[in-house]
């Protein structure tokens, strides 16, 4: 007999012939995180396990953070052919807790001398019999203690919620625009839900940026990592680009140049290193150029697919997400973004695509945009 996380995966469930390849990619996310705690990680039976790990909570913890993971259960494994031992066993599982319950059992090997229905009679039965602070209620019990009879018998009566999604890597490549924001951290991380691999670009513009303004984005990133097994990140000399725009550009498309500017720079960033799409924390209305016409003036020059995971989402529901992912402390530091350097009073919000085009004219783009791309810094986390 020993204890060991039971690990249950979600969507891959509806995957077709490729199912092998999710689940190999899925053991070996939970092989990555587990490492620090030396545990080993197996697949059987529709099942990952993992076992011998140095702190069981804290494996848990990270076990949680893999994309693909649905739920886990910290488990007793034992013999399985000898009932009474299990029903003992459940009974230890259960005698501290009062209320409802009911015993729910699979059984993936058929053999078993016993049908599940019957497990759940004999096996409910001996709890109640050992434990008399304990009532069934099938129906809406407050606890269920699970047994999956497989080549071993599994018992647990706590599920953890895990964060869902696919396995990262299974989605290809994209690479997120990363301000300091409590946006952006949020979106990179519902794209990487998706099992997609994640770089970030960050734009800074020293002086009017602060050392400190850029150590904050390097935290989110390393707190964004915990989730997307590493992160490389792109740290952008954005200053000139800026101080052109200022100086040469009228003021009310100020805000909107600066943005095509960054998307220029990350597709060109984002496909010198494979990836095939961008990712942005803009949200519909949000500010000035964030509506729709203002959101096609910058796609225009993207060249690549720009997905906005938060486009429908209100501020106090990405706020939610933040604040369980653990960004959002981080993102409430005071610290200056270059978006709020140079603002224009009156940006236009309505923005006509030839407008802009005109008004930036007088830039020299493509000698812009390759400075900026051969000066960043790249940080791998
Ligand atoms: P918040 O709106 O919470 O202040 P934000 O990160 O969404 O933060 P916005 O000004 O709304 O900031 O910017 C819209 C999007 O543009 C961001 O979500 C981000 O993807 C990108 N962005 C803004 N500033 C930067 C920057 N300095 N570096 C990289 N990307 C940026
Ligand atoms: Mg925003």
Redesign the pocket.
């Known amino acids: 007999m020993r204890q060991l996380i039971l690990v249950r995966y979600g969507e891959i469930y509806l995957k077709g012939l490729n199912r092998p390849y999710f689940i190999r990619t899925l053991v070996n996310r939970i092989k990555q995180a587990v490492r620090p705690f030396g545990g080993k990680v197996w697949l059987n039976d529709s099942r990952i396990f993992v076992s011998d790990m140095t702190d069981m909570e804290a494996c848990m913890e990270k076990v949680r953070k893999v994309f693909g993971v649905h739920s886990l259960c910290p488990a007793i494994e034992m013999d399985k052919s000898d009932f009474n031992a299990v029903c003992e066993q459940a009974a230890e599982m259960m005698k501290d807790i009062r209320g409802t319950f009911k015993v729910d059992s699979r059984r993936s090997d058929k053999r078993y001398p016993m049908t599940s229905p019957e497990i759940n009679m004999q096996l409910g039965g001996y709890v109640l019999s050992r434990c008399p602070d304990l009532k069934v209620d099938i129906h809406k019990p407050e606890y269920v203690m699970n047994v999956e009879i497989r080549d071993h018998a599994y018992l647990y009566v706590r599920v953890i919620e895990a964060v869902g999604g696919m396995p990262v890597g299974t989605g290809g490549k994209a690479t997120?625009?990363?301000?300091?924001?409590?946006?952006?951290p949020v979106?990179g991380y519902c794209i990487a839900k998706r099992g997609v691999e994640i770089s970030a670009?960050?734009?800074?513009s020293y002086p009017y940026t602060s050392e400190r303004a850029k150590e904050k984005?390097l935290t989110l990133a390393k707190q964004l990592s915990e989730y997307c097994c590493g992160i490389k990140v792109y740290v952008v000399p954005?200053t000139e680009p800026q101080l052109q725009i200022h100086e040469k550009c009228p003021e009310e498309y100020g805000t909107l140049i600066m943005?095509r500017f960054?998307m220029r720079i990350?597709a060109r960033i984002a496909r010198n290193e494979g990836s095939k799409a961008l990712?942005?924390?803009?949200?519909l209305g949000?500010?000035a150029?964030?509506t729709i016409e203002a959101l096609c003036c910058t796609d225009a020059v993207a060249d690549m697919p720009v997905f906005r995971p938060l486009i429908g989402n209100d501020k106090i529901e990405?706020i939610r997400i933040a604040e369980k992912i653990g960004t959002y402390e981080t993102?409430c530091e005071p610290y200056e973004?270059?978006?709020t350097v140079f603002t224009p009073r009156h940006p236009a919000t309505h923005p006509k695509m030839d407008h802009v085009e005109r008004a930036e004219a007088c830039l020299d783009i493509e000698a812009l945009v390759s400075a900026a791309v051969e000066g960043t810094e790249v940080i791998e986390l």
């Open positions: 997120l625009l990363l301000s300091g924001g409590i946006d952006s979106a670009v960050h734009f800074h984005v954005f943005r960054m990350a990712i942005t924390g803009e949200s949000q500010v150029s964030q990405i993102s973004d270059c978006c």
